[in-house]
């Protein structure tokens, strides 16, 4: 198969196993959205969505959140780790909210990014699910697999951000970095993988990648 037919059974199959894409991460709106991905920095989105009902019990906008310490806001979010930075992050941008956006999130690349500890991974999961713009998010699910699916050979997220770009149509973006994401917790694990269930793989995988799956497998 080519590059752009190994895309299309991607985008073909996935579309088969998730024709409904539930959102990873609780939340009612942008502002939510922006601190629930913040937190899922090294956590997992189970972890989130048990710590985010806490704190957004307390201050679910911009306004009550500064009304609150950064130790406050550390305290309930301790769980979902590197919680010195992450509170100092949520307690600032939401200053900068009230200043400089009336309080609201921003829809634009450059704003995000420039808020404290909002990366481009973050920025791009609130651009792409809060406001619908064309954005593709890649976490370490994301990066593994498109290097397992022989599409990249990016050594980090950001290559892999970009042939992800330029292989997959930009109308697929919002909806397939998501179904990549389930996909990989699924089917396709960085622990515990089994390639006879992972489909995609199989059928379309880098070689060197099959070669040691089976390498490891026969001889155990």
């Not at 949520?90 to 009336?102: A, P, R, V």
């Not at 791009?124 to 699910?129: E, T, Y």
């Not at 970095?177 to 396709?188: D, N, T």
């Amino acid at each position: 198969m080519t590059k752009k037919e190994r895309a299309t059974f991607v985008i073909n199959t996935l579309n088969e196993l998730y024709p409904e894409i539930p959102i990873p991460l609780d939340h009612k709106d942008p502002y939510t959205l922006l601190v629930a991905v913040l937190l899922s920095a090294q956590c997992t989105d189970v972890r989130v969505n048990q710590i985010t009902p806490l704190l957004f019990a307390k201050a679910d906008n911009p306004y009550d959140m500064v009304k609150m310490t950064v130790e406050e806001i550390q305290d309930i979010i301790r769980p979902c780790g590197l919680s010195p930075m992450k509170s100092k992050g949520i307690f600032g941008l939401s200053q900068i909210l009230i200043e400089k956006y009336n309080g609201e999130v921003p829809q634009d690349f450059e704003a995000l990014e420039s808020l404290p500890a909002v990366g481009h991974k973050t920025a791009s999961v609130v651009m792409s699910q809060a406001f619908g713009v064309p954005a593709f998010p890649v976490d370490t699910h994301i990066h593994r697999l498109m290097y397992r699916w022989n599409l990249t050979s990016g050594k980090n997220v950001t290559e892999t951000e970009k042939d992800a770009k330029a292989i997959f149509p930009r109308e697929t973006w919002n909806d397939l970095h998501l179904q990549i994401i389930w996909y990989g917790r699924e089917y396709s694990p960085a622990r515990g993988w089994d390639l006879e269930k992972d489909i995609i793989t199989k059928t379309i995988g880098r070689k060197s990648v099959l070669n040691e799956y089976y390498k490891k497998n026969i001889s155990k």
